[in-house]
């Protein structure tokens, strides 16, 4: 059983973006202040920070990864998991979100929204972002496809069957290291 939680938090770390096994794949952290009132003071008071680190799949990944920079206020909604870890010198609690969906907080300023065209299946029919079984086509200024480490323009992969997706996320997951 997962949970789903919505959260709502300050991106704390440049989204990362790097492709495994063919799937996009962008991880940030969170960070969410449980703040309040005080009315004697007249001030907001801030309580201590809750880190999430929150990844983003597919199409989600790569709107994420053009979309957020570090210090920008964002509604995250996913599903919890809560590992436990150890290195044999320190162990603690991961506490991660697998983003559903993320956006601006627009109590905090305005964005400009730009659609993403669906991709189109081999018999012309469209999929809808992220569909799993048709090929994605480059989006983006120019068309261009994403971009490696090296700064290198390479075409958008393709992804064979929704079992291939849930695979590579959950070896994804699994050789996930521990960021803090």
């Known amino acids: 059983m997962s949970d789903t939680i ?27 202040n449980q703040g309040y009132y005080d009315r004697e003071k007249r001030e907001w008071v801030e309580a201590d ?11 989600l990944a790569k709107n994420t990864v053009q979309s957020l920079e570090k210090g920008q206020r964002v509604i995250v909604r996913g599903k919890l998991k809560v590992r436990p870890w150890n ?15 993320i956006g601006h907080d627009l109590t905090r ?11 189109v299946s081999a018999t012309g029919e469209s999929g809808g972002p992220g569909d799993a079984t048709d090929p994605v086509e480059p989006s983006g200024p120019g068309g261009r496809g994403r971009l490696t480490d090296d700064g290198a323009d390479v075409p958008w992969g393709s992804i064979t069957s929704t079992e291939e997706v849930e695979g590579l996320e959950a070896s994804f997951r699994a050789s996930s290291s521990v960021d803090s």
């Not at 938090?9 to 969170?30: A, E, K, M, Q, Y």
């Not at 300023?109 to 991709?119: C, E, L, Q």
């Open 6 to 32: 919505t959260l709502i938090g300050n991106v704390s770390t440049p989204p990362r973006h790097s492709v495994t096994n063919g799937i996009d794949v962008t991880t940030f952290r969170l960070a969410t």
């Open 49 to 59: 920070a809750n880190w999430f680190t929150v990844t983003a799949f597919r199409q």
């Open 87 to 101: 290195t044999g010198e320190k162990s603690g609690t991961n506490i991660d979100i697998d983003a559903q969906s």
């Open 109 to 119: 300023g305005v964005t400009r929204f730009t659609k993403v065209d669906a991709p």
